[in-house]
């Protein structure tokens, strides 16, 4: 029970102030016994003003016994709640518990929500007495349930002293499940595109390391990692990329999904299209582009361990944002040195695309360029009756330039037909695989031998290379990389004497 103090000691206090005989008052007050005998006393203490004190002793013990009792009567107890990253915006959580009647949307009970977004809520509750909760958004229909849409049993705990509760809501009732597999989180930066929200994907490893990694960045964000925030479906970007991580078929990369808005067609547009096309103008790739390389990199940059620069910076997308791609590979090669372009519109504006990249040269820091189209994406249409898909017929045109720059199919160039595949997630999930292990190395860059990153190879690494040759599987991408001297797809025995090799010969 909570313990108002000050309602408890005002009226004491109001006497101790304004009684003529202030000791009197307190004792006629607290203790009847105390008073007969005080006024049996009266006489001998009259003018013994240390006995006063003395007489004063017990009211403040009494005070004190007061303030404490009360302390000790109450535990606080602070909520702090992580929401599914699916959690539709505006949204309210509150709690519910046995301690308020179980009322899911009790104003007082609501959680309000912190810049590092989670919830948080203090409440005060009698001291060891336990409770019985769960979190809603506001009714029974949206409470909580478990990692796989399940209920959940009340969740327990004992108010003592002042704690913090850590707690994760794995999914609301009135929502499917996520599809979120390993760390994915979200933020908005109001500076870029008005807090347009980004989708951030960190491999395994990156709470564990000191490391930097480079960074992939897509379009279409809502539909890269999570079912529930789909269109239609995920890319499953992050299975793919915790499985090839896993394998070592790529170095762990962070991925950042800008979501698309409803400008989504003015966005991934390079050019106009007379006439419009479904209401959409088009046109207004630059402006988002520019938004990306001026204000959301440098700040993805500031917030994550990134490696910088054409040569770690990446984009991919899909239809128009397979588009936009392109075009960024060929416009702004500069900031975007690899590429994947899935699926993409090529036909926008007569074409555009094929004929912008074929009237320039190889942009220099285009390293790499990965392409792909179904050979069904809207059914099989041939405008132009030369017996090949007319999706088709763009990807070899773009393909055809790109070979003529000097492009080199499996070096630095990829073109892919997806055999029946038609224009949606499912295939261009089905695609990603192939397509990261093309954009994305292995091993980041690194000198064989110098496991522990000092950038030499001497005796410091014999240690760290032990470590790693005793359990490879948990080395971080860095050290296997360093450790793996013989650059087979394991370190085991075989790496030893090459190691050994490369100590004795610095
Ligand atoms: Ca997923
Ligand atoms: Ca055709
Ligand atoms: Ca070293
Ligand atoms: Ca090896």
């Not at 602070?78 to 599914?84: A, K």
């Not at 229909?141 to 969740?155: F, Q």
């Not at 192939?434 to 014999?462: E, K, Q, W």
């Not at 599987?473 to 450790?483: E, G, L, N, S, V």
Request: aromatic residues 12%.
């Amino acid at each position: 029970m909570r313990v108002d103090r000050s309602l408890l000691l005002k009226p004491l206090y109001r006497r101790f102030y304004h009684a003529n005989d202030l000791r009197e008052s307190l004792y006629n007050e607290l203790f009847g016994t105390h008073k007969r005998r005080a006024k049996s006393t009266n006489m001998l203490h009259t003018n013994q003003t240390n006995l006063r004190f003395a007489r004063l002793l017990p009211v403040s013990c009494i005070l004190v016994a007061i303030f404490l009792s009360a302390a000790a009567n109450a535990a606080t107890t602070t909520f702090r709640v992580q929401v599914p990253a699916s959690t539709p915006p505006g949204s309210t959580v509150y709690i519910a518990g046995n301690f308020q009647g179980w009322n899911p949307g009790s104003p007082t009970h609501a959680l309000a929500l912190q810049p590092d977004t989670r919830w948080e809520i203090t409440l005060t509750f009698p001291d060891g007495v336990p409770i019985q909760f769960k979190f809603t958004r506001g009714s029974w229909a949206t409470v909580e349930k478990g990692p796989n849409g399940e209920e959940i049993a009340n969740r327990n705990h004992t108010p003592q002293g002042t704690q913090t509760l850590n707690l994760i809501v794995a999914n609301w009732a009135d929502q499917p499940p996520s599809t979120i597999t390993g760390h994915v989180e979200s933020f908005q930066y109001a500076p870029f595109l008005n807090g347009r929200r980004c989708w951030v994907y960190l491999p395994q490893e990156y709470s564990q390391t000191t490391d930097r990694y480079p960074v992939l960045y897509m379009h279409d964000g809502q539909n890269l990692f999570d079912q529930f925030t789909s269109f239609a479906g995920e890319w499953k970007i992050d299975e793919t990329c915790e499985l090839l991580i896993a394998n070592r078929e790529i170095e762990p990369i962070i991925v950042v999904g800008i979501e698309n808005s409803a400008a989504r067609c003015t966005e991934y547009t390079p050019w106009p299209s007379s006439p419009p096309i479904g209401g959409c103008a088009g046109g207004g790739a630059n402006t988002y582009l520019q938004a990306i390389r001026d204000v959301l990199i440098p700040e993805v940059n500031q917030r994550y361990r990134t490696r910088t620069g054409p040569a770690n910076t990446y984009m991919s997308g899909s239809s128009l944002g397979g588009l936009i791609t392109a075009y960024a590979g060929y416009a702004y090669d500069e900031v975007w040195g690899r590429i994947g372009a899935v699926s993409p519109s090529y036909w926008w504006a007569n074409d555009s695309m094929v004929n912008f990249a074929s009237a320039q040269s190889r942009p220099p820091f285009l390293g790499r360029f990965y392409q792909d189209m179904g050979t069904q994406e809207s059914g099989f249409t041939d405008q132009n009756g030369n017996g090949i898909d007319d999706y088709i017929d763009d990807l070899r045109s773009l393909r055809d330039v790109a070979l003529a720059q000097g492009f080199v199919t499996n070096v630095d160039f990829l073109s892919v037909e997806g055999p029946g595949h038609t224009h949606n997630e499912f295939y261009w999930a089905l695609r990603a695989p192939d397509m990261l292990r093309f954009l994305i190395d292995p091993c980041p860059p690194h000198t064989p031998g110098d496991v522990n990153g000092d950038s030499a190879v001497n005796g410091s690494d014999i240690a760290p290379f032990i470590a790693v040759l005793l359990s490879p599987p948990t080395a971080t991408a860095a050290r296997f990389c360093t450790a793996n001297i013989n650059a087979d797809t394991s370190v085991n025995m075989l790496d030893v004497q090459p190691f050994v090799d490369l100590l004795l010969a610095e």
